[in-house]
């Protein structure tokens, strides 16, 4: 006991008005005990001397690579005011670009923007960064779901969690998710007969896919549907996937194409079938993958994982890096073609494909990569012909389409001119109008392809024209500025902005 002073010589502790207390959730705010006043600021009487350090006038400055950080008011004289950043870096900045800010905001993390003090996009972009580093990739404003693609794997769509939400009782609040939205729509059509839709909207690699998928997930679950219909709507995505995805810049597997689908459900509120409308498919990418990336992902499936014998009726060659189509960019770490193609096989037999339908597109992709590697050479002045140096690989495209290799060189040399009541004329083309005709029946041809099997999994969902009951969903194409944007791009940027 020696040392420690006695209760009578102690010095009273200070006393305050203030009550520190905490909400469900968590946060700290606090109560003037005399006059009720709450506030989420911390009164100076409860601060810490490191806190007490910290109060002053605090601002939103830009940051390079942050967008907007917290900082505090140090001092300056004319047009820049000097701050301090968290980490102590001291900066002087235009007092024009400085944003007031309330601190004791930042401690406010909330599940809905809408909660938020003030909904201004410095706060936004702090609350979606500061939910991003606890997992929580979710974000709601309101009925609109904001989702941070977090580029790794995440426990966020077990069986467990679907359940979670499937069984969650009517009006308890469930943690933001696509699981919701998908939840909404369906008891909005289900409980009150009213036609719902899914937009879901972002630039490339934002993770609409993803959300998609996932949205068609819950709606299967939900539904307890016995007819199975529901396995072939998911299974038709990795088919969807393989020929209309492939591996961008800013994103490994991106949908190059923009699809809408109307899952239908019967009065039972079991689902019945569903419908795929797509557009806009990236047709310039089968002849012109930018550099640094990919074709298709089914050129690659095909050449990496098809069997010999399937190889050697496609014609196909054992190395991508050989077609002038795919030579941009061959392998991507985090895809495993060989296990997409086993899938990919595996969904044309659940969707009912038989071997010769699914071959006939097989044929159509190696027809359309063998024909990038046609060659033409100046034959008469301003006449070209195909260089007798290609003409294994116009071997290889005429088998695969179906034609007679002779017929096939005439027709990437020449147009036919077409005038009523005159016989056609044909005019030969110069060499770069041959690689332009070459490259414009290859975009054609997988175009229409891809139509057709679009149409052909809408088969195999069987009849749904009875029902007028439906959720539709609308996978919008990804936006990019790229440094040359084809036509489609240049539509599908004007169509996001629309939509947002």
Known sequence: ??????WWEREPEPTTVWRACMTD????????????????????ELMTEDELRGTGDWVWCPHPTEAFVAARRIGGSGKNVDVELKDGSRLSVPEKDLKKLNRASLKRVVPDLTLLDDMVPQLILHNLKERFSRKEIYTNVGTILISVNPYQRLPLYTPEVVKRYVTKPMGKEMPPHTYNIAHDAFYGLTGFN?????????????????????????????????????????????????????????????????????????????ICGSSTRNYLLEKIRVVNPAKGERNFHIFYQLIKAADAGLKKKLCLEADASTYKYMESCTDVPSIDD??????????????????????????????????????FREGKPDQSEVDP??????DAAATNIGVDPSVLSVAMVTREIRVRGQEATRAVLNETQASDARHALGKFMYGRMFDWLVQRINKSMGNSKSSTQYVGILDIFGFEILAHNSFEQLCINLANEQLQ
Do not use: H
Request: hydrophobic content about 35%.
């Open 1 to 6: 006991m020696a040392g420690r002073a006695k």
């Open 194 to 270: 009213e036609l719902q839709s899914i937009v879901i909207s972002g630039e490339s690699g934002a993770g609409k896919t993803e959300a998609a998928k996932q949205c068609l997930q819950y709606l299967a679950a939900a539904s307890k549907s016995r007819s199975g219909v529901e396995k072939k709507i998911l299974m038709a995505n990795p088919i969807l996937e393989a020929f209309g995805n492939a591996k961008t810049l800013r994103n490994d597997n991106s949908s190059r194409f923009g699809k809408y689908i109307e899952i239908y459900f019967n009065e039972m509120g079991r």
């Open 338 to 375: 060989k296990k997409e193609y086993e899938i990919v096989v595996q969904a044309f037999k659940d969707l009912e494909f038989s071997v010769a339908e699914r071959d006939c597109l097989f044929n159509v992709v190696a027809g359309v990569a063998a024909l990038g590697n046609v060659t």
């Open 25 to 44: 959730d968590g946060l700290d705010y606090y109560v003037n005990t005399e006059s009720n006043e709450t506030t989420w600021e911390k009164p100076e």
């Open 389 to 394: 140096k290609s003409s294994k690989w116009v």
